[in-house]
């Protein structure tokens, strides 16, 4: 039998225990130091020579540093799982809004209401029929989940609201430049629309908490629904178009039927859209071609995830569903003033955002006068009901009416009616179309404003010469009636349209200024689309394309007395809790000097000034004895210059402005150019505004006229700002030009292309030097840059002269061109010009003469180019003589 132990030997056990880890503690220690001591001393050469290569791995493949490695990445997670769960803490908050009860509230049937300026409705924002966002998952098609799913997130069934590989597949394919992707999952994109619409637009690092808290939420969201539950809420919520949020109200809207009942094809459609609802809006012209490639995509998800076959995909790729869509205008039954409130819609969306004017549940006070609206529209179809438009070979146009006080937009029609075919829905009141003439106005009050600083001051009785002139750049343009008027004053000059004065008028203060001076008044956008950009001095006569409802409130900044106000639509906007999301706010700021602008009236109302151009048209432009007194400008644009396309009517009285549009929507050349034609809608409008609104309220009266502010002199009846002085222009001078550039003629300017120009000649009151006035096209302002003292002048190589029979002779020239094309030569015989040959190129030019002496005589070749270089050449001979060759 064994003894057992004593208590003195277990004693022994423990000492030697502790014995032995003293000892390797020991030992560990000693091998430390002795590893320390044969490190560098330095601090600096002691980490290079840790870090070297085999040391390095070394320890880090040791036992020691594997445990090293281990205590590293076990801390790293412990400070993960404490930094999730601190930001999880701290948006913890935001997770009360997700229950039941308050996500059906957010994804509820909308309605937004639009309501003119005295509350009389004008639309109700609810698609065609029921308008219903709030489907149970029955009444989802199967084919609709399943293509959303295959679309949008096809791992839905699998993550728990957050794809870490999404994530990262996103984030490989977006670094290695492929078409840019999400990571969000179906439930982050719900719980985004519903949460964080506001913020959806912000990017990097401002978009980081609101994708920490999106992703947070969406775990808890998983955890308190189920995935039939999310994807039902994910379908009512997204947005699938225009307003059309929720998948019933785009099925409804696009195919006429519910959601239950969509066909695969409708279904992919659907589900292509959310991704991005403006571009794949099936109305959307510009996109459809983007939205059927997504809806193939679509298809092709659903195959590679098992939904549908090949074949079925293929059979649905066919089925031409653009041709089947049902037609928007059926979706605006009712509407009053439909352009009007597609623009009013269209602006709030790009103001306020996608989403919440998607959302719905707005109520929309507008600016629109709805009893203007109907005379405007009643006056439009009293002229497309007559001869008028076929005689005249217009098709459509467009009418805006604004008050002066406000800048807001009283009524518009953006074409004969909403409901024509083919047109009818296009805005143009908001299309970019030439002006022409009508843009007037607006030049000469930039010329009117010039103030003493070395050039030269106007007023209405200033002489702008109507001739032919080429300006800068070859440009030679024409009047309508094809005819020059010499010289007469600005008055006449416009109120009877005349093109050239206008361009001169441009060509002084020059473009630039002249184009600022337009776009402050209102016409924002004029000349600055594509090539308008680069229309030069044809800008001054309407050639750049602008928007009617920035026309209109350019010659309402003229009635405010050069005040400009933007114009408006809407006066207040409201959501479904009764805030007010948007108010009108008066705004205001002087573009033009008062006196310009009651310059410019004075000669917009005249009637006597515009009767050699309309003779007794008043139609429009006159109104009787009703006390009715406006300012109007009409203009016409065409195309290659004697074929017009536009016709345009502009006026205005101390209460409102009013522009209309006749023309044809694919540009065709009108029959007529009259520009005349929108009178009577004009006519009719006006009368009614100023008499049965304006005038019984009180805004306007009888013989209401614009107050003539101080400082306009009146000089010989007519009108000069205060900053005219009438002795400006006594000064008399001349300047050698030349003939080619219109510029002053340099010393390599040969004498043939100079000529001495009249000049009016001022001093520059800055740096007192002198400045030139040139008429008729010329700047004084630069040098000829047409001519180089190093230009190859032409010549004349050689004459001779062949029989013909008896004493006549043909006499052959031989010319060479030089630097510029050739333009004439002159043969002469003595002192007698023979013929002037007009030619181009060099070569051998011949003309027959028969001499009447047989005495010897003198042949002269005198030879131009266009830039007015000379050259002659001569030959001796005698008729019958041994001269002949």
């Not at 076959?309 to 649905?316: G, H, P, R």
Request: aromatic letters at 8%; proline letters at 5%; hydrophobic letters at 35%.
């Amino acid at each position: 039998m064994a003894k057992k132990p004593t208590k003195s030997r277990n004693m022994s056990v423990y000492s030697n225990l502790t014995h032995k880890r003293k000892t390797k503690k020991d030992a560990e220690a000693r091998k430390k130091a002795e590893y320390l001591a044969s490190l560098p001393k330095h601090p600096v050469k002691r980490i290079l020579y840790r870090m070297h290569p085999k040391r390095f791995w070394g320890y880090w493949f040791s036992k020691k540093g594997a445990f090293m490695a281990l205590k590293i990445v076990g801390v790293g997670i412990l400070l993960v799982v404490l930094m999730t769960g601190a930001l999880f803490a701290y948006y913890r908050k935001d997770l009360d809004a997700i229950r039941p009860g308050e996500l059906a509230k957010r994804v509820q049937t909308t309605v937004t209401k639009y309501l003119d300026r005295n509350g009389v409705p004008l639309w109700e924002d609810k698609g065609d029929g029921d308008y219903k966002l709030v489907v149970d998952g029955k009444d989802i098609n199967n084919y609709m989940k399943q293509a959303t799913v295959a679309i949008e997130d096809k791992d839905f069934y699998k993550h728990v609201g957050v794809s870490m590989t999404g994530i990262f597949r996103s984030l490989v394919n977006n670094a290695n430049g492929g078409s840019t992707q999400g990571g969000s999952t179906l439930t982050q994109q719900l719980v985004k629309q519903v949460f964080f619409a506001d913020e959806a637009q912000k990017r990097g690092l401002n978009g980081v908490p609101r994708k920490i808290k999106e992703m947070i939420l969406a775990i808890e969201v998983e955890r308190m629904y189920n995935k039939d539950q999310i994807l039902d809420l994910y379908l009512n919520e997204s947005p699938y178009g225009g307003r059309r949020n929720g998948v019933e109200s785009g099925a409804q809207t696009y195919f006429g039927k519910s959601s239950k009942d969509v066909t695969l094809p409708e279904a992919a459609l659907l589900a292509a859209i959310p991704n991005q609802p403006g571009l794949y809006n099936p109305y959307n012209i510009d996109g459809r071609e983007a939205l059927i490639e997504r809806q193939h995509k679509v298809l092709d998800s659903m195959v590679d995830q098992g939904y549908i076959t090949k074949a079925q995909a293929d059979d649905a790729k066919k089925y031409p569903i653009i041709d089947n869509l049902k037609p928007e205008a059926k979706q605006y039954e009712n509407i009053k003033a439909p352009h009007f409130v597609q623009m009013v819609r269209s602006d709030l969306e790009a103001e306020l955002g996608k989403a919440t004017v998607g959302r719905g549940g707005l109520t929309i006070t507008t600016t629109l006068d709805i009893r203007v609206q109907n005379k405007v529209e009643e006056a439009m179809n009293d002229m497309f009901a007559s001869r008028v438009p076929a005689a005249n070979g217009f098709t459509n146009g467009a009418a805006t009416v604004e008050d002066n006080s406000t800048g807001q937009i009283i009524a518009m029609l953006g074409s004969r009616s909403f409901d024509y075919p083919g047109y009818g829905q296009d805005n143009a009141a908001t299309a970019f179309i030439q002006p022409g003439s009508s843009i007037k106005p607006l030049v000469y009050a930039q010329l009117f404003a010039q103030k003493p600083s070395g050039q030269p001051n106007y007023g209405s009785g200033s002489i702008l010469s109507d001739t032919k002139t080429t300006f800068p750049g070859n440009y030679t343009p024409n009047n309508a009636d094809k005819a020059f008027k010499g010289n007469i004053n600005i008055r006449s000059a416009l109120a009877t349209s005349r093109n050239i004065p206008a361009i001169k008028a441009m060509a002084v203060t020059g473009v630039q200024p002249a184009w600022q001076t337009i776009r402050d008044a209102g016409d924002t956008q004029y000349c600055t689309q594509g090539a308008d950009a680069q229309a030069g001095l044809s800008s001054a006569i309407g050639g750049c394309g602008t928007r009617q409802i920035d026309h209109v409130n350019a010659f309402s900044t003229l009635a405010r007395g050069g005040v400009y106000k933007p114009h408006t639509t809407v006066l207040d906007v409201k959501n479904s809790q009764g805030e007010t999301l948007k108010k009108w706010k008066d705004e205001s700021k002087q573009v033009i000097d008062p006196q310009v602008a009651y310059i410019l009236s004075d000669i917009l109302g005249d009637a006597n000034a515009r009767k050699p151009l309309f003779g007794s048209i008043t139609t429009g432009l006159s109104y009787g004895n009703t006390g009715i007194k406006t300012a109007s400008k009409t203009g016409t644009s065409d195309i290659g210059g004697d074929k017009a396309k536009d016709l345009w009517e502009m006026t205005y009285s101390t209460a409102v402005t009013m522009g209309v549009w006749l023309g044809n929507p694919d540009t065709t050349p009108l029959k007529s150019g009259n520009s005349t034609l929108p009178g009577p809608i004009v006519d009719k409008v006006m009368r009614y505004v100023h008499q049965d609104i304006y005038g019984a309220d009180g805004r306007w009266k009888p013989n209401d006229w614009f107050t003539q502010p101080a400082g306009v002199q009146k000089i010989n009846n007519e009108l000069y700002p205060s900053w005219y002085s009438k002795d400006q222009n006594k000064a008399n001078a001349k300047l050698t030009f030349d003939k080619v550039s219109k510029k002053k003629a340099t010393s390599c300017t040969p004498d043939g292309a100079k000529i001495e120009v009249d000049v009016n000649k001022q001093t520059d009151p800055v740096t007192k030097a002198d400045v030139y006035i040139a008429p008729d096209g010329y700047d004084a302002t630069k040098d000829d840059d047409v001519h180089k003292c190093d230009d190859v002048k032409p010549s004349v190589g050689s004459i001779s002269l062949t029989n013909v029979s008896g004493n006549t002779y043909k006499i052959n020239v031989s010319v060479v061109a030089g630097t510029h094309p050739l333009q004439q030569v002159e043969i002469r015989v003595g002192d007698t010009a023979i013929a002037t040959l007009p030619i181009t190129a060099s070569g051998t030019y011949s003309t027959d003469y028969t001499f009447t002496s047989t005495a010897a005589q003198t042949i002269t070749a005198n030879l131009t180019d266009n830039a007015y270089y000379t050259a002659s050449g001569t030959k001796s001979f005698t008729p019958g003589g041994s001269g002949s060759s």
